[in-house]
């Protein structure tokens, strides 16, 4: 059989520890077999991001802008226990954030689903995709105790000299003060990201702010929203079938517990930080989540939303057998190479990426797993395996498909 050829690069970016030794497993035991892998390879090991000053980091990232997709391994975010561990340079910093810096992304993290694990809110029949504003608010906001009476303002002076001022609290002793800013720019990136990647998902996108109480801030980002939605995506939305759903982020929280699931919900950043962790708990487990981090001109990274597994690797090392959850990490394979396929209308790929997702649920639901899933199965008793022995029974329902 000859192999499925590809025809853009696509930019692959290896990382570290268990999820290091995963990466090339699934390459070896599912992908390479059948796909003459066309691939872009960057090193962001923690040693070479640190030989390199980290620009590999930066090159992949510049890499994924020149070919539009990328693939990525979990990397470690060096922190000082890590210096001491390999004896690094310089704390680097993470290497999602100086990506999705070069990238101007927004991440989407969404669930893979199999029946015999069910979520915990029990009429989610499909993933819920949460959309993270990653810029801003009170992330990069400046913070002031102030000790007795006095008077707190807002202050905006403009590079021609002329001010706007308003009044925040009038102080009659002692309390606290917040600030915070927002770009269009960056609302505006966030928008396009989001409007892109329901229509690559065919999925309806919801968009939930504070509006009704933050008139002009929170209205900003409904506003911004609202016009770009109707001067660029409209009609591809219609045509797609999908729609675009405003609502107040109370009233959305109301509205994804009854839901059925299916749909994408773009959140400001603190409600997108605490509503992912709700959704991906809700849904099981974080080796079953996915994340791809799509750029306004629609560039696509996909990774695993779990780290590098350090635990594990730690006993792979001590050469145990380690039964290590590979499931999002293949899917971000998959995902990567059918959005290649996708913009090079390369169809024998598609149809291999998807069917090698089947073979993985199939996998799942005929009762074979890893260690952490095993206690989630609910009807049968399932077996669990070792990670190579999980990645070969996949193969093996690959062939038989
Ligand atoms: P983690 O690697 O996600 O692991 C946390 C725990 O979750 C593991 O110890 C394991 O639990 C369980 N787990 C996660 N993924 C699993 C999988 N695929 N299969 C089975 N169990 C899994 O998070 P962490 O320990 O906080 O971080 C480790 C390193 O990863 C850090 O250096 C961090 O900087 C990095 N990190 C990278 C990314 C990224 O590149 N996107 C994201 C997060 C963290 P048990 O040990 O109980 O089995
Ligand atoms: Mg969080």
């Known amino acids: 059989m000859d192999k499925i050829k590809m025809i853009t690069p696509l930019v692959e970016i290896d990382g570290d520890e268990m999820t290091r030794i995963i990466w090339a497993q699934i390459k070896q035991i599912l992908l390479e077999p059948f796909v003459e892998l066309n691939t872009e390879y960057y090193d962001l090991g923690l ?46 910093k993470s290497p999602n954030g100086t990506i999705r810096a070069v990238l101007d992304g927004t991440v989407f993290r969404s669930p893979i689903l199999i029946d015999k694990i069910k979520p915990v809110v029990k009429n989610w ?3 819920i995709t949460i959309a993270r504003h990653a810029y801003g608010d009170v992330y990069r906001d400046v913070e002031m105790r102030i000790e007795g009476e006095g008077k707190a303002e807002l202050l905006f002076t403009a590079k021609d000299g002329t001010t706007q001022r308003a009044l925040i609290y009038d102080f009659e002793g002692p309390g606290v003060l917040q600030g915070m800013h927002n770009k269009d720019k960056s609302i505006e990136s966030f928008a396009h990201s989001c409007f892109q990647y329901a229509l690559s998902a065919k999925q309806d996108l919801w968009f939930s702010t504070k509006d009704t109480i933050s008139k002009t801030y929170d209205g900003e980002f409904k506003a911004i929203f609202e016009r770009i939605y109707n001067e660029t995506y409209k009609d591809s939305f219609e045509k797609a079938g999908i729609t675009y759903f405003y609502t107040l982020i109370d009233d959305a929280v109301a509205r994804v517990i009854r839901s059925k699931g299916g749909f994408i919900w773009a959140c400001k950043n603190y409600d997108g930080d605490v509503m992912s962790d709700m959704i991906s708990t809700a849904f099981g487990s974080l080796a079953m989540m996915t994340s791809v981090l799509v750029s306004p001109d629609g560039n696509y990274e996909y990774e695993a939303a779990h780290g590098t597994v350090t635990r594990h690797y730690y006993r792979y090392l001590k050469g145990e057998e380690t039964s290590t959850n590979p499931v999002a990490t293949i899917f971000a ?34 009762g074979f797993c890893t260690k952490d899933l095993s206690a989630l199965y609910e009807g049968t008793e399932p077996t669990a395996l070792t990670t190579t022995a999980f990645l070969e029974k996949v193969r093996e329902t690959f062939d038989a498909a």
Not at 60 to 70: D, E, P, W
Not at 337 to 355: A, P, R, T, V
């Open 47 to 92: 040693l070479n991001r640190d030989q390199t000053d980290d620009q590999v980091t930066v090159d992949a990232a510049n890499a994924i802008k020149k070919y539009g997709v990328g693939v990525k391994c979990a990397t470690i975010t060096p922190n000082a226990q890590r210096m001491d561990e390999y004896h690094l340079k310089k704390m680097w």
């Open 333 to 366: 394979w998959t995902g990567a190479l059918k959005k290649n396929g996708e913009k090079d209308h390369n169809q024998e790929l598609i149809q291999f990426s998807e069917k090698l997702e089947k073979a993985v649920l199939t996998t799942l639901e005929n």
């Open 125 to 127: 029949e499909k993933p």
